[in-house]
């Protein structure tokens, strides 16, 4: 029976303890994450990863001498694993009927289309400019350089000592928030 107490008495100080790391050191890793994963469910999936290996290491019984330090040497290789399994896959350029690539200017409506399509097109910029804003500088300054500028990966690697893949992944990553930002408005104004 003496066993069965200590082995309780085990498992309770090692839930004290996950608890007391959890408490102090939750809220600084996940803004650790979240600063090197651009969405929010991903940087929340790593820290779950994260948390539950340390879960998994008290339960084993493994000695973890500096906790934070192996909280953030894990934080850092889930983000990697992440980042492998999400290579940036280059978007397809959007291309008019005759095959010529379109900017985001000709995506808008016309401003010669009358008031509905100023209007349209006023709101449309509107919140593109806003949710421009909202993104990353790094992000902003790959898509407005690359879309508005018709700049290439390769002249800004070059001027920027950035490599071109991390370039596009910067461009993916805006592209995709931008996206998901402005998909109801989109639907709203051109009633799609």
Do not use: C
Request: proline share 6%.
């Amino acid at each position: 029976m003496s066993e069965v107490l200590r082995a309780d008495w085990m498992a309770g100080e090692q839930d004290h303890r996950i608890t007391e790391v959890l408490l102090k050191e939750q809220s600084r890793l996940f803004r650790f994450i979240r600063s090197r994963v651009p969405d929010a469910e991903d940087a929340e999936d790593v820290l779950q990863d994260v948390l539950s290996e340390l879960v998994e290491a008290e339960r084993l019984m493994r000695p973890i001498d500096e906790i934070g330090a192996w909280l953030y040497r894990v934080a850092r290789n889930r983000i990697t694993d992440l980042f492998r399994k999400k290579r940036p896959v280059p978007l397809p350029e959007p291309v008019g009927e005759e095959g010529e690539a379109l900017s985001v200017e000709d995506l808008l409506p016309s401003p010669d289309g009358g008031p509905e399509a100023a209007y349209a097109r006023t709101v449309l910029l509107d919140t593109l400019e806003a949710a421009l804003d909202e993104l990353p500088e790094e992000q902003r300054e790959v898509f407005v350089a690359h879309e508005w500028e018709g700049r290439t990966f390769k002249e800004l690697a070059a001027e920027t000592g950035v490599p071109q893949n991390t370039l596009l992944w910067r461009k993916h990553a805006a592209v995709l928030y931008l996206r998901r930002r402005l998909q109801s408005i989109y639907e709203e104004v051109l009633g799609s």
